[in-house]
């Protein structure tokens, strides 16, 4: 089967688990306070439905459009628009007769499931698998650092000794933290023996994201392919895994850095000849990085990569850890988005299948499952009218204020918010398209 199929299968169920458990996360403490629930779906049933069934007073179904679930709820201003509904009287089992704290608890149910899924995903994953990290004692050349940064005092063999003065299990780590958390130092071990703190600047998230530096800490390797990413320039050049480099722009390399150092960061749309050798036999190829100045070629793992199991309890403890700063990390990348640059990367649900392995694998879904719960839990508590985060806005207004907005206003604000939620849905899998046809 090709990886596109492996990719939409893996998708589609993933979604599917995720949208049906983020309804039962409405249709439970709607039906526990007494409140009709119309419909149960799974995916939009515009015009009509591949399947449905009237159980007692609800309908459940499967819709033919895949682009998420919903309950429809009765008594409720909501993305249906049901405006002969809510002309009559309020009837005791409708979602407006019901207080205000318990249709707040009804709103929030869905984002508390999807929370509660991810951190839960995580713990089975870790006690299931395991962790893998890398210490500093299993990076015999140290790290080869990104020229940018060489500015601050780092040094190509440098060890990662501590961020923030505490230890970092995986040393690799060091690129997503800079990235995403609040470094102020890193402590280093230089070649020469000399143990140093370096001062980071407060905005070295937005350097790195602006200049496209994904990783600056690189662990010193040979010059061998691990692996080409499927469909970048490197591919349709034809270099393979296993594949060493010798020279790049005709000149000499020893180490996977010297490649880094040669190709430069800055080399968008400028041809890189690179010589390489494979079966004895060595051939020279020219490829012309993306726009970003990827060519899509990952160096082949030749560090020491630990392994360590868990008990239940320990998966626990882990896993929400693990979930905890997946949110916190997801939340501090969110406002990239709001660039330039960021809005060109938003993607749709091609990017999101993307996030899949080309071939079936059991922890990476999971993992990749767990991710996207977290990232539909925080999406809906946005604000945003048509979300479940603008209705809590509106219910926590009405909580203060002691009066509910006028149904009119609410109207027109659901009416606004599924304006915005389809202009948005169009703009990411708009750029998702042009990705594709482009190959940009």
Known sequence: MSPFFVKAIQLLLSLSILIVLHELGHFIPAKLFKTRVEKFYLF???????????IGETVYGIGWLPLGGYVKIAGMIDESMDKEQMAGPPQPWEFRSKPAWQRLIIMLGGVTVNIILGFLIYMAIIFTWGTD???IDDLPNGFAIDESFKQYGFEDGDLIIALNGEEIEDVIDVNHHLFLRDIKNISVLHQNGQEETI????????????KGIRRPFMPISAPILGAVEPESAAEKAGLQEGDKFIKVNGEKIKYWNDFMRLKT???????VQ????????????????????????YPKVDYNIKHKDYSLVESISKGFEYGYWTLHDYVAQFKYVFTKKGASQVGGFGAIGNLFPDAWNWKAFWGTTAFISIILAFMNILPIPALDGGHVMFLLYEIIAGRKPNDKFMEYAQLVGFIILIALLLFANGNDIYRAITGK
Request: charged share 25%.
């Open 265 to 271: 960061a800055d080399s968008t749309n400028t041809a």
């Open 199 to 210: 001062a980071i600047p407060e905005d070295i998230g937005t350097i790195m994201f602006e």
């Open 133 to 135: 990290h890398v210490g």
């Open 274 to 297: 690179i010589t390489y050798e494979r079966n004895g036999q060595e051939n020279t190829v020219s490829i012309t990085p993306d726009e970003e100045g990827i060519l899509g070629v």
């Open 44 to 54: 939009f049933d515009i015009k009509f439905s591949l399947f449905k069934k009237k």
